[in-house]
């Protein structure tokens, strides 16, 4: 009986896990409202690729197009917090009430003082960013997302944060890379879901909704067929660090435009964008017709957007295809395209790729996979 019994809690622990995503105003759409939009990105400007420089230092930048956030809490009684989750980055950190920075003035703020089961770890914590950083310290407490807890979860706790921070809805953010990337060698918390057998499968998946702000998920130890038809496409991993892949052209009406001889890409749901080496992006652009400005922002015509040309990716001899719809973001009457130029040789695949295609990160072999979606 004491056998059946325990067979019973261990099926209750490991389970599927469903993160609702809130898909909210982006920094940019608040920006433009306030008619901040220019000041910003002369400022601070996008450098997508810096996150993932290989140096011991967790990297990130200011993407002011991302828009999908969950919510987790951390502590006893929980205090509530909107992330980013974020699969090109290890480090789970939020703001702290030791926090003056402004940045942490509209956000909510951790207050461990407020928490019994919290530990102190009295390790300074300092992540870069490209336009600034966030300094502040590590400890270790309960962190409970989509209602499953993890115990002794260490995490940061920020006490200065880079000015442009304070234009994102999101608090935090709550990386899901392996724990390599990690400041501080500090492990990810799906990786302590692993290692604490609360997800069912070494699996999390995602599915972002195009329009609304309902709708979208992040599945934590589950593939749901409800969100995919056909077969999942499965891709190796050719660096087990990031979620990186061996990409083999990007074309348009069958010419190829970009990664001519195949080239690395990152399948990251922390950078909203495509991202690929500035001459190929400049291609792109120009076959769809497009102006690009000092600050690397492409803009079509909105009245040509119905005839521009369907993108397709070719990986792992798979070929999946972004239609106009899905790369033309229009708001105060301009149209830009979803692709961005770094002076790296990466790609990073963000959220306009990821749109379009049940994206599953599958730990327990390695590999991402792509599905039709449903």
């Known amino acids: 009986m004491k056998l059946i019994l325990a067979l019973c809690a261990l099926v209750a622990i490991a389970q599927s896990i469903k993160v609702p995503l809130i898909k909210g105003k982006t920094a940019r759409d608040k920006l433009m409202e306030k008619g901040k939009w220019d000041e910003y990105r002369k400022k601070y400007p996008y450098n997508p690729t810096i996150k993932f ?38 480090n789970l950190w939020v703001p702290s009430v030791y926090c003056s920075s402004e940045a942490c003035q509209n956000h909510n703020k951790f207050n461990p003082q407020q928490s019994s089961t919290y530990k102190s770890n009295n390790e300074a914590l300092s992540i870069e960013y490209g336009t600034g950083s966030m300094t502040g310290f590590l400890g270790y407490d309960t962190v409970t ?71 979208s998920v992040l599945l934590l130890g589950e593939i749901d067929t409800a969100y995919y038809t056909g077969n999942i496409n499965w891709i190796p991993l050719s ?51 497009a102006t690009t400005d000092q600050y690397g922002e492409a803009t079509v015509s909105c009245s040509n957007v119905q005839s521009l040309p369907e993108i397709t990716f070719t990986i792992n001899g798979y070929s999946f295809t972004i239609p106009p719809s899905s790369f033309i973001s229009q708001s105060y009457g301009s149209c830009t395209t979803g692709f961005s130029g770094s002076g790296d040789s990466l790609w990073i695949l963000g959220d306009v790729f990821i749109r379009n295609y049940y994206t599953i990160f599958n730990r327990a072999n390695n590999s991402v996979g792509l599905a039709q979606l449903a």
């Open 53 to 90: 420089a290989q140096n011991g230092i967790e990297y990130m930048t200011n993407d002011a197009d991302l828009s999908y956030y969950g919510v987790i809490s951390i502590g006893t009684p929980p205090q509530s917090f909107q992330v980013i989750f974020d699969s090109g980055s290890s």
């Open 145 to 215: 997302v989509g209602g499953i807890s993890v115990q002794n979860q260490i995490f940061g706790l920020s006490q200065t944060e880079a000015p442009f921070m304070a234009s994102m809805l999101a608090d935090g953010i709550l990386g899901l890379a392996y724990q390599s990337l990690s400041s501080d060698d500090a492990t990810p918390v799906f990786d302590n879901m692993m290692s604490q057998g609360l997800v069912a499968q070494d699996v999390f998946s995602v599915y972002l909704s195009n329009g609304g702000q309902q709708g």
């Open 239 to 289: 660096s087990e660090t990031y979620y990186q892949i061996t990409m083999d052209s990007v074309t348009i009406n069958g010419q190829v435009v970009a990664c001519s001889g195949s080239c690395q890409a990152i399948v990251d749901t922390g950078t909203s964008m495509i991202v690929g080496p500035t001459s190929d992006i400049s291609n792109i652009n120009a076959w769809l017709g």
